[in-house]
């Protein structure tokens, strides 16, 4: 079949999809603040619901607020294919990360109404919650307990800084559902922006994902002993702030040394007592690891471990270090992966096969079931950021690769 008798996406109506979705939360500089189960959470899901319902699909709720909306296809007796991302964003967070693959999922069916086609499996698109983890940690915490990585209990109980759960917050804003029943899925694929720089550079339209980079998040600190700035030796001091820095400098050098792949960040600390003519007394920072080999992060966290020994004994300092959160580097189903290649090649866009750096709900999914990503680029790279930006061409194609792929595996 040529490419020009493809099914493909409406692009129009797609971008015009994303654009009213952008502006629940939307920001001064052209952002969107939906954090999980706030207000403008709840207004983006209540427009999910009414385009689905729109469209003919069912929709359940699980008790953690994830929204299930299903296209009836001729055999329900079979397992459904899934698709579908998050649609909480970050604080002061891009129009795109996350919602774009829920909103390709929603043309992906208006599409297939226009054109009459009902194929042999059901499609269910998901809107996932609190994908991001900005508000309740960890993240992926709704996909995690639908997967069963995390238990119901866990996941309700997780709160924010005010001291809000999140199944509190499911409660007052009227999206606390019945159950989490085991997931039927027969194949997920999940949309995505690239989050990073390649395929823009590289001149290249479609990332056709092999598999997610494993991640271990860890929190710790240092502790000495406060003093006066302007009375205590600098050799009879116990800075709390120096252990900080060369474990910053320790975590980087980690990183480049797994370099291509690997990545290594300090990316949140805090000096106590934080007064400017005080020694710290105190530095409580956390460290992240993602690499795509389990062994390679297994040796990240060794050399972790014992820098951070050597840093705490040499400047006379207390040092603690817990482990998190953390998830093995997953490999997506092959012949999923080679779904998407293949509908990639039929439509004509150029790809690239790739590792993706960031966490997304698939990766969970994956571990019941066949799975693959699509990405397509985003502007320099950016995103986590109001500057977060696709081209409308960008949008329609990842939404075409995925609509061949779900129908491939519909069908």
Same mark, same amino acid.
């Given at each position: 079949m040529s490419a020009d008798a493809l099914l493909r996406v409406d692009r129009e109506r797609l971008w015009a999809s994303l654009m009213e979705m952008a502006r629940i939360g939307a920001t001064a500089n052209g952002g969107v603040t939906r954090l999980a189960l706030s207000d403008e959470d709840k207004a983006g899901r209540d427009l999910f619901v009414r385009w689905a319902q729109e469209l003919g699909c069912r929709i359940r709720i699980d008790a953690m607020g994830n929204i299930f909306a299903r296209y009836p296809g001729t055999d329900e007796t079979l397992a459904p294919v899934l698709t579908g991302s998050h649609g909480d964003s970050q604080p002061q967070g891009g129009r795109f990360d996350g919602i774009y693959g829920v909103l390709a999922g929603i043309e992906l069916l208006?599409?297939? #109404?226009?054109?009459?086609?009902?194929? #042999?499996?059901?499609?269910?698109?998901?809107?996932?919650?609190?994908?991001?983890?900005?508000?309740?940690?960890?993240? $992926?915490?709704?996909?995690?307990?639908?997967?069963?990585?995390?238990? +119901?209990?866990?996941?309700?109980?997780?709160?924010?800084?005010?001291?809000?759960?999140?199944?509190?917050?499911?409660?007052?804003?009227g999206y606390a559902g019945d159950g989490v029943p085991p997931l039927q899925v027969h194949a997920a694929f999940e949309l995505h922006i690239e989050q990073g720089p390649i395929l823009e550079a590289e001149g290249l339209t479609i990332g056709v994902v092999t598999g997610g980079q494993g991640q271990r998040w860890y929190e710790g600190q240092f502790i000495?002993?406060?003093?006066?700035?302007?009375?205590?030796? $600098?050799?009879?001091?116990?800075? @709390?702030?120096?252990?900080?820095?060369?474990?910053? +400098?320790?975590?980087?050098?980690?990183?480049?040394?797994?370099?291509?792949?690997?990545?290594?960040?300090?990316?949140?600390?805090?000096?106590?007592?934080?007064? #400017?003519?005080?020694?710290?007394?105190?530095?409580?920072?956390?460290?992240?690891?993602?690499?795509?080999? @389990?062994?390679?992060?297994?040796?990240?966290?060794? /050399?972790l471990?014992?820098?951070?020994?050597?840093?705490?004994?040499?400047?006379?300092?207390?040092?603690?270090?817990? /482990?998190?959160?953390?998830?093995a580097p997953i490999a997506f189903a092959p012949h999923c992966v080679d779904t998407v290649r293949d509908a990639s090649e039929r439509l004509g866009y150029s790809y690239r096969h790739m590792i993706s750096g960031a966490g997304h709900d698939v990766l969970y999914v994956s571990r019941l079931a066949p799975s693959a990503m699509i990405f397509v680029p985003c502007v320099d790279g950016i995103s986590h950021n109001e500057a977060e930006h696709i081209h409308p061409e960008w949008a329609a194609a990842g939404a075409d690769v995925l609509l061949q792929a779900v129908l491939a595996a519909a069908a």
């Open positions: 208006r599409s297939l #109404r226009d054109a009459g086609v009902r194929p #042999r499996r059901s499609i269910e698109v998901i809107n996932w919650t609190n994908e991001e983890g900005s508000r309740f940690s960890p993240a $992926m915490v709704g996909s995690g307990v639908a997967c069963g990585v995390f238990d +119901l209990e866990y996941g309700l109980s997780r709160t924010d800084r005010d001291g809000r759960s999140l199944g509190e917050e499911l409660q007052r804003i000495g002993q406060a003093a006066h700035a302007g009375t205590t030796p $600098m050799d009879r001091r116990r800075d @709390a702030s120096l252990g900080l820095a060369e474990l910053i +400098l320790l975590v980087n050098r980690i990183g480049l040394g797994v370099a291509p792949d690997g990545r290594a960040t300090v990316g949140s600390a805090k000096l106590t007592p934080n007064s #400017r003519n005080v020694v710290p007394g105190r530095a409580d920072f956390t460290v992240e690891f993602r690499h795509p080999e @389990a062994a390679v992060l297994a040796e990240m966290d060794s /050399q471990r014992e820098g951070g020994r050597e840093i705490a004994a040499r400047l006379r300092l207390e040092a603690t270090l817990e /482990q998190v959160f953390s998830y």
